[in-house]
């Protein structure tokens, strides 16, 4: 999956692209990424020009419209700092999708200088700044769905290693676990019967497993999973990484509520 | 609501066939991985290695092909080039009309299910049996195969059994195994008495002219058995530098398809009978096949001919799984047939546009490719292509606009606070179809466009107070 290599972060500054779904739906996903890097001492800043990755019109096969998005993107976080996005899905576009957008146009130079210094967000804890367990509470058990997004990637190590990690956290094992839970962005709305039956599938096993909260590291997963099991009429509880990061730092009383 | 028609086809398709589609493509891909992490302490470097040779092979076919031709010619056989279905089809007619041959057994090949030799042939009044099991049920019943690899996964035993009786085969009896040896002695009188006998190739060595076929009914053994003449179809990707390049390829080909470490039979064929050999056919002829494949080599989406033809995409494919690979309306279904199919297609690549889209981009299929073929990539490169030639694609939203939002940041933010309509209008009234394929299925979190940024403009007040009173102090 990636298809370059990263520049190891320099200093203690980073932009968050906080990404189009939490912009719209998933606020305190993004509010708990600010607050988990806040707490590790990172200064983060916010590019308020910022709007979506481009994958919707990448997926969609509109490339023009894509590159369109992508461009503003370069401009919007332009500059040397890491870039670091709470979702897999988002930064692989960054980092492999726009590369392959990208790979005739005369300004690929700066889509791959930002492709450089982006990473999801549990791979810049792990990889980027080493960090290798985490502190405070968290108490119950947890079923991690790993995004397809993160296949090839360290992603979804880094963020079952932190969690694993935390003291009262158990990680339960589920059924076909490598297997997509159906969204996949567009096609969850232009192949709406096979999506939502491969959601059935995931929930089966999902509620085998009888988790306290089903967690991802990324909302657009959880958003069709959530929103399939909601309207079943069986809710399913779900939390972002960063969210159970987050409320560990709080439960262990290493961060104002 | 109008959906993607492999979307459409998932929800006609039978429980019943789902069931059984799904079971036994999860049972093998479970066994595959399994066993390959038992196996080898690097599995995924063995992947990419494959992946590599075979890249190697399909950009050097300039210099492999004619190699592999003198060495075949060498070995006795004669070869012939078709570059497309019909001159495949009729250098095959060509040369069972030369020899006055009227029967052909035939094992399993896809690429002659790519020509579609066997109608052709049989409209010239040649008789042309399938030998593989599954593919002569699909023969019988005038199906088409669902599967590379398992061309019934669509049918059940109780199908079987009642078409054998309706073929006269014997009455109604659903016992594989009874089913199994009907088929035999149907078979072992068509064997004996077949002129010529077709095969096609998993590998072909250019250093020695060495065929590779593999079987695990041993039915390409027969073909070749007693009849005297021996005709080969061959891919033009199909070819390998060197003999010991199998020993990773065939390695991989039996665990990726069926979990097993070797297929039953794996034969050698290097050339008809030589003089002094007991027997074996007296005539061999190997066809190299284009048709479409060097359009793919030049363009942007070659890797998918590095393709050994396993089928573990299609097994762990979650969207292959629900629909079935009938729903793909080519002989190549699954991830590898979502681009391939389209690609051979030619002329008709716009009839297959949509295939491309059936993937929801999971990526499983390149992460159990034994040749580590990037297909979601490729399948992205499809859906661009398909858009500049003007595909439709039903049930998409239309992303020129959401471009123009998402490139100006100030109608972003307006966009992300006006979305709270999203949350007094009742959902059945949004007036975009996606929107309504996601309400139909799925509740919408509640819209709090905006809410972040506030948090961070407040945050950074609080932050910047706290900074004064720092100072201060």
């Known amino acids: 999956m990636m298809s370059i290599e990263r520049k190891p972060p320099l200093g203690k500054k980073v932009q968050l692209l906080a990404t189009c779904l939490c912009d719209a739906f998933y606020d ?87 492709a450089r210094r982006t990473w999801e967000l549990a791979d810049f804890l792990v990889h980027g700044l080493g960090v290798k367990t985490w502190p405070g509470r968290f108490d119950g058990a947890l079923a991690f769905h790993r995004s397809c997004h993160s296949r090839g990637t360290a992603s979804g190590e880094a963020a079952a290693a932190l969690m694993r990690s935390i003291a009262g956290v158990t990680l339960v094992e589920f059924g076909e676990g490598e297997q997509c839970c159906g969204f996949g962005g567009t096609f969850s709305v232009t192949f709406p019967n096979i999506s939502e039956a491969m959601g059935r599938l995931k929930l089966e096993h999902l509620r085998a497993a009888q ?36 409320d560990a730092l709080r439960n262990g009383g290493l961060l104002k509520p | 609501m109008k959906t993607q028609p492999i979307d459409q086809f998932a929800t006609r398709l039978a429980a019943e066939k789902r069931q059984s589609v799904y079971q036994s493509t999860k049972l093998t891909h479970e066994k595959r991985t399994a066993m390959l992490a038992a196996q080898f302490a690097d599995p995924d470097g063995l992947r990419r290695l494959a992946g590599e040779i075979k890249q190697h092979a399909i950009e050097n076919l300039d210099t ?35 020899r006055g ?16 030799l066997a109608h052709f042939l049989e409209r010239q009044g040649i008789e042309c049996l399938e030998t593989d099991l599954g593919e002569f049920i699909v023969q019988i019943d005038h199906d088409h195969p669902s599967h590379i690899v398992r061309p019934i996964i669509h049918k059940n035993r109780r199908e079987i059994a009642t078409s054998f009786e309706k073929n006269g085969l014997g009455a109604y009896n659903d016992e594989p195994a009874v089913i199994t040896r009907r088929a035999r002695t149907f078979m072992r009188a068509k064997y004996l008495a077949a002129d010529v006998g077709l095969t096609g190739a998993n590998f072909l060595v250019a250093e020695s002219g060495r065929i590779v076929v593999v079987t ?48 039953v039979y794996t034969e050698f064929i290097h050339g008809p009978r030589a003089p002094g050999q007991a027997d074996g ?58 681009v391939l199919s389209p690609l051979l297609a030619g002329e008709r690549f716009l009839d297959l546009a949509d295939l ?62 006006g979305g709270r309509l999203l949350n007094v209008l009742p959902h059945r009234f949004i007036p975009v179809p996606a929107a309504q394929a996601w309400v139909s299925r799925r509740t919408l979190p509640s819209w709090r466009g905006g809410e972040f940024r506030r948090w961070w403009r407040a945050h950074q007040n609080r932050k910047a107070e706290t900074g004064d009173r720092k100072a201060q102090a």
């Open chain 1, 28 to 114: 305190d996903a993004a509010i708990a990424t600010v607050q988990v890097l806040e707490h590790l001492g990172i200064t983060v800043e916010f590019p308020e020009a910022q709007t979506c990755c481009g994958q919707p019109a990448f997926n969609a096969g509109d490339w023009t419209a894509s590159r369109r998005v992508v461009r503003h993107m370069v401009y919007a976080f332009r500059g040397e700092l890491p870039v670091i996005v709470p979702s897999s899905s988002c930064a692989a576009m960054v980092f492999h999708g726009s590369l392959l957008a990208f790979e005739h146009e005369p300004d690929r130079p700066e889509v791959e200088q930002l």
């Open chain 1, 211 to 246: 988790p306290r909260y089903l967690v991802g590291i990324d909302t657009s997963c959880l958003m069709h999973l959530g929103g399939l099991a909601e309207k079943e009429g069986r809710p399913l509880e779900y939390r972002h990484v960063a969210q159970v990061l987050r």
């Open chain 2, 64 to 98: 492999l092909l004619p190699l592999a031709e003198e060495r075949l010619k060498a070995g006795g056989a004669q070869v012939h080039w078709a570059v497309d279905a019909e001159a495949a089809c009729r250098h095959v007619l060509a040369i069972m009309q030369r």
């Open chain 2, 101 to 116: 041959a009227t029967r052909m057994v035939k094992a399993k090949t896809m690429v002659s299910e790519e020509i579609e």
């Open chain 2, 216 to 263: 695990n009914e041993g039915n390409s053994r027969f073909s070749l058995a007693a009849p005297k003449c021996h005709i080969a179809l061959v891919g033009i990707e199909k070819i390998l530098p060197r003999d010991r390049d199998l020993a990773v390829l065939l390695n991989l080909l039996a665990r990726s398809a069926t979990a097993q470490q070797l297929s």
């Open chain 2, 281 to 338: 056919p007296e005539e061999m002829h190997v066809i190299f096949v284009d048709n479409g494949r060097t359009e793919v080599l030049a363009g942007e989406c070659r890797e998918i001919l590095r393709c050994i033809r396993c089928g573990a995409c299609m097994n762990v494919c979650p969207v292959y799984r629900q629909a079935s690979g009938h729903a793909y309306r080519a002989v190549y279904p699954g991830p590898v047939g979502a």
């Open chain 2, 356 to 417: 491309p889209k059936a993937s929801s981009l999971c990526g499983a299929c390149n992460e159990v490719c034994p040749v580590n073929i990037p297909i979601p990539d490729l399948l992205l490169r499809l859906r661009d292509q398909g858009k500049r030639a003007g595909a439709k694609s039903p049930g998409l939203p239309p992303m020129g606009p959401w471009a123009l939002v998402a490139s100006s940041p100030a109608v972003w933010q307006a966009a992300l606070v």
